[in-house]
């Protein structure tokens, strides 16, 4: 168990504050909207409610950095934050990734998660995320800079019919999280993420390694003797470590155990007797892709924000943030998150 904690613990230097403690150098991300009302702004961000496709239009070409987002997944159910069907689902799309083109740096990048699932009624999967994917890359323009995954086995097994009654199928425990660029070479530095040594790796640095080749071929040479200050993490980022089997041998995926920014929400939420957001994602997801996608004060939005996880990721980062969110009581929540911070536009 002791190893387990020691294998999840990250290199990275330190938490993100969730609070920022600083104002930025650069204009509030806020001029870049000019006479668009604002739901509430901190020194780096702002919060807006509408629809993201008019939000996005508003905004000059070129002006944003990073978007990370997870849109309403297209299940065959409606969820209370609304989903459209699957078959409209890339053609609904299309607008927003319109938009998110336009509004992205040469070197920007657009992280989308977004999750599979089951063709109604049948144990068969939808395709309706691939099509979204080669409708993104082969229509609009971007580059599939490179696959991750988000590994969540906290999942429940769904849909029961397949999965828990009939036994057919096993459980489903990954959404995808797809990097996009505009570019070939969208500003990225993976040493942002590092991960810590496992102890095997940590022994090798300290004692020492006989340079040889390996069975496979591979040259192993004195290099990987090098305390470079952490491995380069895998893109399967998983949350919620403890307990979970085989984590340990999984020493190389990105583990956040601590999320404390959702927590945060979440209390004052139930202080304030507000429904929480039945869809956010690990505060982790964002804090990866930020750190790795960019730098102190670049611009970072998420279209469909839900609670404003990543807009309160990237304020504790120091990025300059703009969130967008259809639902004001989705808003309006989400300013919970940075109470001590938030000056309501009021
Ligand atoms: C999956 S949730 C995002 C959750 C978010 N990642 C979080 O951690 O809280 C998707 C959100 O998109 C919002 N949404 C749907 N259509 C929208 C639109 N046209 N413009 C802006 N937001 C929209 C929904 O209201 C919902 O809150």
């Known amino acids: ?34 006479r668009t009302r604002l ?5 780096y961000g702002a919060a807006y409610s509408g629809d993201s496709v008019d939000l996005l239009s ?52 657009f992280v ?46 769904s849909p029961a019919e397949w999965v828990t009654v009939r036994r057919i199928r096993v459980k489903d425990s990954v959404e995808y999280v797809w990097w996009f660029s505009k570019t070939e070479h969208p500003k990225a530095n993976n040493r942002n993420v590092l991960v810590e040594y496992s102890d095997d790796m940590k022994r090798l640095i300290a004692r020492g390694y006989r340079a040889k080749d390996r069975p496979s071929g591979y040259k192993i040479t004195h290099k990987f003797q090098r305390n470079l200050g952490g491995s380069i993490p895998a893109n399967v980022i998983q949350y919620g470590l403890p307990g979970i089997e085989g984590a340990e041998e999984a020493s190389n995926w990105l583990v956040r155990g601590n999320n404390e920014s ?3 929400y979440i209390r004052r939420c139930a202080e304030m007797g507000q429904k929480v957001h039945p869809a956010r994602f690990p505060a982790a ?3 990866f892709f930020i750190r790795l996608l960019s730098t102190e004060e670049d611009v970072v939005v998420d279209p469909f ?11 504790g980062l120091r990025r300059r943030w703009l969130s967008f969110e259809l639902d004001p009581a ?17």
């Open 1 to 34: 168990m002791e190893k387990l904690a020691r294998a999840s613990a990250v290199a990275f230097q330190e938490e993100p504050q969730y609070r920022a403690p600083a104002q930025p150098t650069t204009q509030h991300p806020s001029e870049l909207l000019p």
């Open 39 to 43: 739901a509430y702004r901190t020194p």
């Open 58 to 109: 508003k905004l000059k070409a070129k002006s944003v950095n990073l978007v990370v987002t997870s849109p309403p997944y297209a299940l065959h159910f409606k969820k209370a934050y609304g989903n459209v069907e699957k078959d409209e689902y890339v053609k609904w799309f299309e607008p927003f990734a319109e938009q998110i083109f336009r509004v992205l740096a040469d070197d920007g990048s």
């Open 112 to 157: 989308l998660n977004i999750g599979g699932s089951y063709n109604a009624g049948r144990p068969t999967r939808s395709l309706y995320h691939f099509r979204l994917l080669l409708m993104l890359c082969d229509k609009i323009g971007f580059h599939l800079a490179q696959e991750c995954f988000w590994f969540n086995p906290a999942r429940l097994p």
């Open 262 to 264: 959702n927590s945060i």
């Open 285 to 287: 997801l964002p804090e």
């Open 305 to 315: 924000a839900g609670s404003n996880t990543t807009g309160s990721v990237a304020d």
């Open 330 to 346: 989705y808003v309006e929540n989400s300013e919970l998150r940075f109470e001590e911070a938030a000056h309501s536009a009021g």
